[in-house]
Nanobody, 117 residues
Framework: QVQLAESGGGLVPPGGSLRLSCAVS????????MGWYRQVPGKQRELVAA???????NYADSVKGRFTISRDNAENRAYLQMSSLKVEDTGVYYC???????????WGQGTQVTVSS
């Protein structure tokens, strides 16, 4: 089983930046992708960024050009650099990993990001 631990969230003003980090442990073999999800109260958890094993990245339209996902394969870590943050980026951010076409059913505790003046 895989364990996921997110960190780096906080309170920032609009236009600010944050860098989220995800540590992956347990069964860490053969991920096909790592990703970051965002959950807002009353809404479904949304995939905002993903990085495939070959390095290709995908982003939700709402964060394109502002967020950058990266991964450190040697350390089994994923990162999400968030810039030009908007109030609507507020939420709990979770990382996840994918084997084949299936995302893990295990979730970490998430990290809260609040964008407010």
């Amino acid at each position: 089983q895989v364990q996921l631990a997110e960190s780096g969230g906080g309170l920032v003003p609009p236009g600010g930046s944050l860098r989220l980090s995800c540590a992956v442990s347990g069964f860490v073999h053969s991920f096909t992708a790592m990703g970051w999800y965002r959950q807002v109260p009353g809404k479904q958890r949304e995939l905002v960024a993903a990085i495939l094993s070959g390095g290709r990245t995908n982003y939700a339209d709402s964060v394109k050009g502002r967020f950058t996902i990266s991964r450190d394969n040697a350390e089994n870590r994923a990162y999400l650099q968030m810039s030009s943050l908007k109030v609507e980026d507020t939420g709990v951010y979770y990382c996840n990993v994918k084997w084949g076409s299936v995302w893990s059913r295990t979730w970490g505790q998430g990290t809260q990001v609040t964008v407010s003046s």
